[in-house]
């Protein structure tokens, strides 16, 4: 739709649509649908947010932020608007006296670990995939394989900046705008401003030792069976690990340990005499850089479309709940690839309270990740199937399950254009009302928002109304 949008207030780089690498950068990690912004300004610097946020609110542009491109539903990007990028905003210094470091919001997980690694000193409890931005993962929460060790990633980030919904530049932590810090802990990404730093407090994390398992498809039940009740509840939170069953049969356990192989190899036993493994267990120290390559090259490929949607358990699942995961994930559609993944939690995540940061599913046993993939966007098909099989799992294991992720947005939980909001409870659980009061506080004129975005007080949810 042609606007006589004025772009001249905007610095950074600007790309429209007839720009040669306008393709390139309209496109994020799912390729699921292709999205027609008007322009996109790569900001350089945190100036050029602020001019950015100015340009829009004084237009009423509509516009996207975005930063590492893996939002699940594309929420960073929209058609007709203006989308503000911040991946440019990359300066990075580890503080050796305090082990903490100021990144720029526009780091990828790769960058993080390279700037780590390269001290072989410290590590960051980040997600396993080296191009997610780490200003998604760490406004949502922030879950990986250093999670029941030191907990979520957002407990180690002592302080945020953001540009606010009127071009102004805030620091958020303990001390100075503390509501916001909460909620900037949890909350989700865009909802409150443009982040465009983090202060994060390192943790003293060299070495690792990393462990790999796999079984036949037919052993599910018994497998999962005991890794829902013991990993979560190990009494060594050293250990996180994950557990993968896939429709082209495979079913496999990873793991990090910050300990001895030994005594890794000890915590395995009776998981493994209970249910045997294909072939003996592969154990293996590295540095803790090595291991975030380990578990990248699990899910690096770029180059498909996918539907995902995801749950926390509280409580084992019943013996039917696993024979519908297991016939869902044999009976996988014609052209997509299905799988379900899950991660221990417990330990140091569940010793911070539920309340204390925006990130409500505390006590959650484990977090449960499932979807389809499928190779070609345009076979609509697939896409549909996946989808469809995508619901149905959800739906099966509904009762059994708390809420979802943040970071595993899903938009058949609602959207502010189909005037449901069930997303918020789903996401927020308890602290929605909260998250919604610094809404009012920061953005009362509703300035950051999109699908499933917070509203404010002012802005009450309602599917009459549509919000
Ligand atoms: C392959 C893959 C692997 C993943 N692995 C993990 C994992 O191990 N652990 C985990 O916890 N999560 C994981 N995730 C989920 C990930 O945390 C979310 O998708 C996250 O939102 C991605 O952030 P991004 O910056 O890359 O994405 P974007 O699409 O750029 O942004 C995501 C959301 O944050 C908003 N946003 C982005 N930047 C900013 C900013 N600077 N200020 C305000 N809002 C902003 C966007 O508007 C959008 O709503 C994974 C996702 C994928 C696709």
């Not at 345009?378 to 469809?388: C, D, E, K, L, Y």
């Amino acid at each position: 739709m042609p606007h006589d949008w004025d772009w001249s207030c905007l610095t950074g780089k600007v790309v429209l649509p007839s720009d040669l690498s306008y393709n390139i950068d309209r496109t994020n990690y799912n390729i699921r649908y292709t999205r027609s912004p008007a322009a996109l300004v790569f900001c350089q610097n945190v100036e050029d947010v602020q001019n950015a946020v100015r340009c829009v609110s004084r237009q009423g542009i509509p516009f996207r932020v975005r930063s590492g491109r893996h939002s699940y539903e594309e929420l960073s990007l929209m058609d007709d608007g203006l989308i503000i990028d911040i991946s440019g905003l990359t300066t990075a210094t580890i503080h050796p006296s305090t082990a903490t470091a100021r990144v720029g919001a526009g780091l990828t997980q790769q960058a993080m670990w390279n700037l780590l690694g390269a001290t072989n000193e410290y590590a960051f409890p980040l997600g396993t995939m080296a191009s997610v931005g780490i200003a998604g993962v760490l406004q949502g929460g922030g879950i990986g394989m250093l999670t029941r060790a030191f907990g979520l990633a957002i407990d180690q980030v002592s302080s945020v900046q953001m540009v606010t919904a009127t071009g102004d530049v805030v620091e958020a932590n303990a001390t100075t705008n503390a509501e916001l810090y909460w909620a900037l802990r949890g909350g989700g990404g865009g909802n409150f401003g443009i982040v465009t730093a983090f202060t994060l407090q390192l943790v003293p994390v060299s070495q690792v030792v990393v462990y790999a398992l796999s079984w036949r498809a037919e052993q599910f039940p018994s497998v999962m069976s005991y890794w829902q009740s013991w990993a979560p509840t190990l009494g060594d939170t050293n250990l996180t690990c994950q557990l993968t069953f896939s429709s082209d049969g495979s079913l496999h356990s990873e793991g990090v340990y910050l300990g001895t192989p030994d005594r890794l190899r000890e915590l395995l036993q009776p998981w493994m005499a209970r249910c045997p493994p294909v072939s003996p267990v592969r154990l293996e120290p590295m540095s803790w850089y090595m291991s975030t390559i380990y578990f990248n090259s699990f899910d690096n490929q770029c180059d498909h479309a996918f539907k995902t949607s995801g749950a926390f358990v509280y409580q084992p699942l019943p013996d039917h709940a696993l024979a519908s995961i297991q016939q869902a994930i044999t009976s996988a559609p014609t052209g997509v690839s299905c799988d379900i993944w899950m991660q221990s939690f417990g330990g140091a995540m569940a010793e911070v309270s539920p309340a204390a940061t925006a990130f409500h599913y505390r006590k959650a046993q484990f977090i449960l990740e499932f979807g389809g993939s499928w190779q070609d966007r345009s076979n609509t098909a697939a896409g549909q199937s996946a989808a469809q099989w995508t619901r149905n799992l959800r739906t099966a294991l509904l009762e059994y399950t708390n809420g979802t992720y943040v970071n595993f947005v899903d938009l058949d939980l609602g959207s502010r254009s189909t005037g449901n909001f069930d997303y918020l409870n789903m996401y927020y659980g308890d602290n929605v009302a909260r998250l919604r009061a610094v809404k009012s506080e920061w953005d009362p004129a509703n300035v950051f928002q999109f699908e499933q975005s917070i509203p404010p007080q002012e802005d009450p949810p309602s599917r009459r109304t549509g919000g």
